[in-house]
């Protein structure tokens, strides 16, 4: 990790600071000798690496950059970044000085810039990156990180106008939530142009597609949260929609649940998916994506299909575990919660998810640095400077909502009718560390809950004491605030805030919340958000480079103790069990009154069945929501305890070393490249050395075996399982039409198969296959539940677990193979995002398309047509 000495930064936290936060020059050009500055080293555009240096020789447009690492490169001005402000000290000053600028009388500015001085002094509170960038140094960037706009209105105008919303939201630094439940499913009529929609998730896909033009364009990258209620008929579209290359990929995903949808999953009943009639006088003008609403105005909905709700539920739970997405917003849980649920329902979270926000609903974030408030001398928090700072830092926050810019008038119609900020906290592994208190234990649960409480209770305490003196927010009601289900809670702990909140009012609708803080975080030194430490060595990859970090409070108990184990206090992400993870969520949601950013991280082995256990034991907590991530189900890692060389290496590997590591999670087009490269290693004995051994089972003249007729994503598959001595030791695949990429990409994952099952002698080869093969998914589905066929390698794990079952004396009954091929009533191909859909007896042999790479080119009188791209070629 960078270090600091003073209010000097070094490392990567020197590095974070004045590519984000430090207040710019507005031209590079007028970089001179002794400047220092931030030079782009690799421009690549997916991962360039910059480093800082003082320039010490210019000619004309070009310098020379000597680097600290004490290397000397050369670069034109247009790479560089030069920043005005060089040590935090002169952030912090800046900061105080615009905050408490809006203060009424130059008295009270002058108290209030000092007291701002002291809270971000030696960062005990570190603003929101949005705030330390802009705050005091442009009139264009907004303040706040978090945004939420209202549901796009269900026509080609309403989609364009949220796009330009989105749009200028982002470029001025902000992140934002978009609920796309207004927008009519898939196939739906559209009556102007006699046509029919091309549903809620195609859309979806502009608002991504725009987001990742903004990441390529500026120095924050944008970030969207798009969100679908449990009810829309597109729902299984979008939770298997990542599952598809190149549909969303500049998104995060969540599904909003409610309370009726969660007792569906538990006592297994059907559930309706549904929209309103298109054809309602006044939808145009009133439809917004509140269903509840609509309802109540005795407006008619129109049934579209009836679904299990362990069907979803188990998609959701699925999805989730194979790529970390969707997560879950138990959306009707968190309204009741909500101190704005009389007058501003919630509809969406930020891209983060702490902060579940109305239409045109904005937040600002700070955190409370918590490492700084151990005494060391007591072994205990340092409660009184805690408090101290906390109350400050609520003024802090409540003072940047007139502060900041307003780029919508209803943004600033609405934060000034609630006010509401969002005051977290960062450090807290390393406090509970000093603390030596083991994070997640039932000790830690405890300690947890006496802290956020005292953090609650002297929050809401100091934002009565604003609304003395300043006024509540404008939507303020006594009566209905304080019936709130956070504010129950808070009063029944804390009996002196009814009084105060009756007698004295309240300045702010919202007051906590926990953002992830990664980049500020990573900046001062601490562990982020509420989090473990991911490692205590551990590399980063980020637009700045790949840099390796060491955690300095480990690192220094090394230090002091060579040879010896750190102790049980010092816990990791991936040392704590997932359920660890939700309870420690669960106690510290109890006392924030907004939502926490908090990501259950689970090992690779974790099962689909133990995430759903999961995603339930955060409801029964209380959370407001839930996200996992399960080691390695995505490609790409922030944070990873590899280093570039062999996480290349492992790459590279993944096929070949089956045995050793799980196959990953590809879409159709990776697929089918990892088939012909597994091919290529397993027949080159030099690579395939390392990891098969090299025992090999010889061929006999004759085999005996059962073919298995499955019906997969790609049409009728015939698998056919060869014995010798009892166990499986050849495979082969009959998918498609001879001569087609599915046909090949089959008979390639049949002979990959074949070669592992004919090489070594380990008694569990086959369990491993099944493993590995079981659950890979591509660009479509077949079935449900047990009956549910991913893939054409799904479906040679079910296979062969079909024909293991019945190698004993009797063999699989010919009901059970049924199960699994035939096309029943609940064996149906799942719609595709913008592709075929049919029946399996009804549908045409599909194959995958060169241009968009999925699995939707079907032959159709003497053409190859995709139904996705509209790519065609004659044949």
């Known amino acids: 990790m960078g270090t600091m000495s003073g209010s000097r930064l070094e490392g990567l936290s020197e590095k974070i600071f004045l590519d984000r936060y430090a207040w710019k020059h507005a031209s590079p050009e007028s970089v001179k000798i002794g400047d220092t500055v931030l030079v782009l080293t690799k421009d690549d555009p997916k991962f360039p690496t910059k480093e800082v240096g003082e320039v010490i020789a210019r000619s004309a447009n070009e310098v020379t950059v000597l680097l600290r690492s004490g290397e000397s490169v050369n670069s034109p001005v247009e790479k560089l970044t030069l920043t005005v402000e060089r040590t935090p000290d002169e952030m912090w000053n800046r900061l105080s000085k615009a905050i408490s600028a809006v203060e009424e009388t130059e008295e009270k500015q002058q108290l209030w810039q000092e007291r701002f001085r ?230 969406a979270t930020n891209p983060c998810g702490e902060q579940g926000l109305p239409a045109w609903g904005v937040c600002n974030l700070s955190a409370i640095n918590l490492s700084k408030f151990y005494d060391e001398e007591k072994h205990d928090v340092a409660w009184d400077e805690l408090a101290k700072v906390t109350r400050y830092s609520v003024r802090f926050l409540d003072n940047v909502i007139d502060a900041t810019p307003y780029h919508f008038e209803e943004n600033e119609k609405n934060q000034k009718r609630e006010r509401r900020v969002g005051l977290g906290s960062m450090g807290l592994a390393e406090l509970m560390i000093k603390l030596e208190v083991r994070y997640g234990s039932p000790e830690s649960l405890e300690f947890l809950d006496k802290l956020y409480g005292f953090i609650a209770r002297e929050s809401y305490l100091a934002s009565t004491e604003i609304a003395a003196e300043k006024g509540s927010f404008e939507a303020f009601e006594a009566d209905k605030f304080v019936q709130s289900g956070f504010m129950k809670h808070m009063i029944e702990a804390n009996p002196e805030l009814d009084e105060a909140v009756k007698q004295r009012g309240i300045r702010n609708v919202t007051i906590l919340t926990q953002a992830p803080t990664g980049s500020t975080g990573t900046m001062v030194g601490t562990s982020t958000g509420i989090e473990p430490y991911f490692a205590f060595e551990y ?113 590279e590997a993944e096929v070949v070393a089956a045995v050793e590591e799980p196959a990953s999670d590809a879409a159709t087009a990776a697929f089918k490249l990892a088939a012909e490269t597994a091919v290529a290693s397993a027949l080159e004995p030099a690579k395939a050395e390392p990891v098969i051994d090299k025992q090999y089972k010889r061929r006999p003249a004759i085999l005996r075996g059962a073919t298995y007729k499955i019906n997969t994503p790609f049409g009728m598959a015939y698998i056919t399982i060869n014995d010798l001595d009892g166990t499986p030791v050849e495979i082969f695949l009959n998918v498609g039409k001879a001569g087609s990429d599915v046909f090949a990409m089959a008979e390639a994952l049949g002979r990959v198969c074949s070669l592992f099952l004919r090489y070594g002698d380990h008694g569990n080869k ?83 398309c060169p241009s968009c790479g999925g699995a939707t080119l079907v032959h159709i009188e003497g053409c190859k047509t995709c139904g996705t791209c509209g790519y065609s070629r004659c044949t």
């Not at 206090?569 to 939700?582: K, Q």
């Not at 034991?617 to 929501?625: N, S, T, V, Y």
């Not at 660009?779 to 079910?798: C, H, L, P």
């Open 118 to 347: 002291y809270i971000l002094d030696d960062w005990k509170l570190v603003p929101g990156g949005r705030i330390a960038a802009g705050a005091g140094a442009s009139d264009e960037l907004t303040l706040f990180n978090c945004y939420v706009i209202p549901s796009p209105k269900d026509s080609r105008g309403g989609i364009m106008e949220t796009l330009t919303e989105m749009t200028e939201i982002m470029a001025r630094g902000g992140g934002v939530g978009i609920n796309l439940s207004s927008l009519r499913p898939r196939r739906a009529v559209v009556a102007g142009v006699n046509g029919s929609s091309s549903g809620a998730v195609s859309w979806g896909g502009l608002f991504s597609y725009t987001t990742g033009l903004i990441e390529q364009g500026g120095s924050r990258r944008g970030a969207l949260m798009l969100m679908i209620h449990d009810w829309h008929p597109d729902v299984l579209d979008f939770i298997t929609v990542k599952q598809t290359m190149g549909q969303i990929t500049n998104a995060n995903l969540s599904v909003c649940v409610s309370n009726d949808f969660m007792r569906a999953v538990k006592e297994d009943l059907d559930w309706e998916l549904v929209f309103p009639d298109t054809k309602e006088p006044g939808y145009d003008e009133l439809w917004d994506g509140d269903l509840e609403k609509w309802r109540n105005q005795g407006r008619r909905v129109i049934h579209y299909k009836t679904v299990r709700a362990r069907d979803i539920w188990h998609t959701i739970i699925e999805s989730a575990w194979k790529s970390a997405e969707p997560g879950v917003v138990f959306m009707e849980h968190y309204n009741q919660m909500s101190n704005s649920w009389y007058f501003n329902p919630l509809i």
């Open 539 to 651: 590399y980063r990859q980020s637009r700045l480079g790949f840099d390796k970090q060491y955690v300095p409070i480990a690192q220094a108990w090394k230090d002091a103790n060579p040879g010896h184990e750190l102790p049980d206090y010092f816990v990791t992400s991936m040392s704590l069990s997932a359920e660890d993870h939700i309870r420690v969520q669960a106690a510290i949601q109890r006392w924030v009154d907004s939502s926490i950013s908090k990501t259950a991280n689970c090992p690779n082995d974790f099962t689909v069945e133990e995430t759903g256990r999961l995603y339930e034991l955060a409801f029964e907590l209380g959370c407001k929501g839930v996200t996992i991530y399960r080691d390695g189900s995505r490609d790409v890692q922030v944070l990873s305890t590899a280093t570039a060389e062999e996480t290349d290496k492992n790459k």
């Open 766 to 848: 086959v369990q491993l296959l099944i493993k590995h093969l079981k659950g890979i998914g591509g660009s479509g589905a077949i079935g449900f539940g047990a009956n549910r066929v991913e893939s054409i390698a799904d479906a040679v794990a079910k296979s062969l677990e079909l024909h293991i079952a019945g190698s004993g004396e009797e063999a699989a009954s010919a009901e059970e193979v049924e199960a699994v091929s035939a096309p029943t009533q609940q064996l149906k191909v799942l719609p595709m995002a913008g592709g075929y859909s049919a029946k399996p007896s009804e549908a045409h042999p599909r194959d995958l």
